[in-house]
């Protein structure tokens, strides 16, 4: 169970991926997400851990992601173990019409008993998280080139 969402975004795939691994846009324009923390030394890739504190409720959550494929402005995954749900988002990358397109595939898989029942609670809470992140960091990118004009 997951979902997919895609997006084109008029910026140079370079600027689009770069945004998207570091996720520098994410605790600015993701109500959600408290902070990220690229976790060692940089640059990115696979390996790399990334530390993410969501905000649940009136509650903050770490969770450690590891980037599990680096291919730099073709492809973009990380995987993440929490409480028997590992979660695993991919980003592809491609150059379209004067811009980027990212094409994203989020994917749940829920483990032990419980888990497994609340499969789709859980899927719609990180849909509703998630869902409308690539919105997000496309705004973000816009902006900042806005800013920079």
Do not use: C, W
Not at 109 to 130: F, S, T
């Amino acid at each position: 169970m997951g979902f997919k969402r895609d997006v084109h975004i008029h910026a140079p795939i370079d600027q689009v991926f770069r945004v998207t691994t570091t996720y520098e846009y994410a605790p600015k324009v993701l109500s959600h997400i408290a902070d990220i923390e690229i976790v060692g030394d940089a640059p990115i890739g696979v390996g790399s851990k990334i530390k993410e504190t969501r905000k649940i409720s009136q509650t903050q959550v770490e969770n450690m992601l590891e980037v599990v494929e680096y291919e730099p402005n073709k492809r973009f995954a990380i995987h993440s173990e929490q409480n028997g749900l590992d979660l695993d988002y991919v980003y592809t990358f491609s150059e379209v019409d004067g811009g980027t397109r990212v094409e994203f595939e989020g994917k749940i898989k829920a483990k032990g008993l419980r888990n497994i029942m609340m499969k789709p609670l859980i899927n719609r809470i990180i849909k509703k998280e998630d869902g409308d992140h690539l919105d997000k960091l496309k705004q973000y990118i816009h902006n900042q080139d806005s800013d920079e004009k």
